[in-house]
């Protein structure tokens, strides 16, 4: 049975992984808090392999102060950093640490594509992005033959209680009569699927940089449709107010977060044991049951 370390306690992420693996007879979880100075004295030795999910996510709220900047790179990064040497250096065998697609930037505007492939550069545009990215290659560089680090991009994850713009859309597609119907692609992650992923990272002894998704990509028009209808409610799609909201976009970029597109290459994502074990539709359906 391989022990898992998961750091960063009562992450939504963190959180799932556990309960998703507490029944399973290969993989045996605890979690343990970075904050504080407590947890460099926990004994990393005693784990297989180490699950960092600690860190700051990012927040819409306009121009980055200075301070909020540099909580970014001091958890975000050197966090990350101290967790991985503690683990190398105390005989841990691997290290998964829980990235971004944030590290290619932002969406595409309303109306245009985003496609990542494997030529993709990463290119962080802001000080969230770069912390992953400046975090990514200080453990890559202490990656050996007996220290693996796994890297996981993965595009937005939601799930029952996820955070971030999902619950937006629930909230619009529970309240709203019409939605709208703007053509647009977009990469995501069902929790669950990332949980599977994450479970045979750990027992095949991966390493390396990995983009899980979902099998297939989302409309944000298609997921508020499938929402609604979680909820017994038949929302009505319009073209009417397409203009207005590429109109909105020029000015906000969550409009463009919302609208614009982002995806995966699905050949990046390919792996050669299936993780995703809820469909798209059926995970949406999952998230929305009470």
């Known amino acids: 049975m391989k022990k898992v370390l998961i750091t960063g306690e009562h992450s939504y ?35 297989d392999a180490v699950f960092h999910v600690a860190g700051i996510a990012h927040s819409d709220g306009g121009r980055l102060s200075e301070e909020k900047k540099r909580q970014y790179y001091a958890v975000n990064t050197d966090l990350a950093v101290a967790a991985a040497e ?12 829980m990235s971004s697609s944030i590290v290619y930037g932002a969406s595409a505007p309303v109306g245009k594509d985003k496609f990542i492939t494997a030529e993709t550069p990463v290119n962080p545009q802001n000080a969230y992005g770069d912390s992953k990215v400046q975090a990514e290659k200080a453990l890559a560089a202490l990656e050996s033959e007996r220290f693996k680090v796994v890297i ?15 619950p937006v859309l629930a909230k619009m597609a529970q309240k709203l009569p019409f939605f709208p119907d703007i053509p647009n692609s977009r990469s995501m992650l069902y929790i669950e699927n990332l949980c599977e992923f994450v479970r ?13 998704q979902n099998a297939g990509y989302f409309s944000t028009a298609e997921l508020v449709r499938l929402i ?35 995806r995966y290459d699905m050949r990046l994502s390919a792996y050669k044991e299936n993780y995703r074990v809820v469909s798209d539709e059926e995970s949406v359906a999952r998230t929305e049951r009470r």
């Open 152 to 166: 996981l991009r993965p595009p937005m994850i939601y799930g029952k209680n996820s955070k971030g713009n999902y």
């Open 228 to 262: 609604a209808r979680a909820h017994g409610k038949n929302i009505k799609l319009t073209k009417f107010f397409n203009p207005l909201v590429r109109f909105a976009g020029l000015f906000t970029g969550k409009v463009n977060k919302a609208f614009g597109s982002f």
């Open 13 to 47: 992420i963190g959180t799932s992984f556990a309960e998703y693996v507490a029944a399973d007879k290969e993989i045996a979880a605890e979690t343990v808090s970075l904050r504080g100075e407590g947890w460099k004295e926990r004994d990393f030795s005693a784990y």
């Open 200 to 212: 045979l990272m750990i027992v095949n002894e991966e390493r390396g940089v990995f983009f899980p």
């Open 86 to 97: 503690k683990a190398k250096a105390e005989g841990a065998g691997q290290f998964i640490y």
